[in-house]
Every structure is written in structure tokens, then in C-alpha cells.
């Protein structure tokens, strides 16, 4: 219903920066919660952080907290992932969602490959 792209993935070494875009077309997001989700090879999905609408509230998990910062740009109807000193093991495809009775409308996600 709300088809959401993910760009900005790819790799770099440790320590780098990445700025991860997901936006949507169509519908406005400006009235949902919006997360960020990762999934490592082997490993289940975990999310990242999420934000609120007006993107007053935001929301990390531990292993990226500190690094990582969400924010979103209603107006242009797109929210981000940077993604600062950067450790092999944020190696995963990236996700974002809309929330809406649970986590929806999915986007089909962008790899991330951080080397030593």
C-alpha cells in the first residue's frame, strides 16, 4: 500500500560513516512511527531504533546506541539512518517500516558491509 525504498547501503571500513534513506511515494508517513530494522547473515532480524511522527521521540537498541542517529524530513517524506563509527558487526541488510497495528508496508532493504 505504501511502497518504501531504501538507499544509501554499501560498504566501507570500520570506523566510516554511512547515511541510509528510506522513502516513501504516494501516502504521507507524517502520522506514523517509523523504524529501522537489520538483519546480519545467520542471524535473526533486530530493530534498530525507531522514531516518532513528528520526530520528537526516537528510539535505539543498545548495540547502536551512540553511533547511530534516526531522524526524519516529513516534508519530503523521507526518514534516515546515520550511521557513524561503524563496526564489522553492523554488517546486515537494513530495513525500514511503518508502524500501524504493528510493523508494515516493509521496504526491500539495503545491504551494509562494514570491513576490519
Known amino acids: 500500500q505504501v511502497p518504501l525504498v531504501e538507499s544509501g547501503g554499501g560498504s566501507v571500513q570500520a570506523g566510516g560513516s554511512l547515511r541510509l534513506s528510506c522513502a516513501a511515494s504516494g501516502r504521507t508517513l507524517s502520522g506514523n512511527i517509523m523504524g529501522w530494522f537489520r538483519q546480519a547473515p545467520g542471524k535473526e532480524r533486530e530493530p534498530v531504533g525507531n522514531?516518532?511522527?513528528?520526530?520528537?521521540?526516537?528510539n535505539y537498541a543498545e548495540p547502536v546506541q551512540g553511533r547511530y542517529i534516526i531522524s526524519r524530513d516529513n516534508h519530503k517524506n523521507t526518514v534516515y539512518l546515520q550511521m557513524n563509527s561503524l563496526k564489522p558487526e553492523d554488517t546486515a541488510v537494513y530495513y525500514c517500516a511503518v508502524y500501524l497495528m504493528g510493523w508494515k508496508f516493509w521496504g526491500q532493504g539495503t545491504q551494509v558491509t562494514v570491513s576490519p
Open positions: 522514531i516518532s511522527p513528528s520526530g520528537d521521540r526516537v
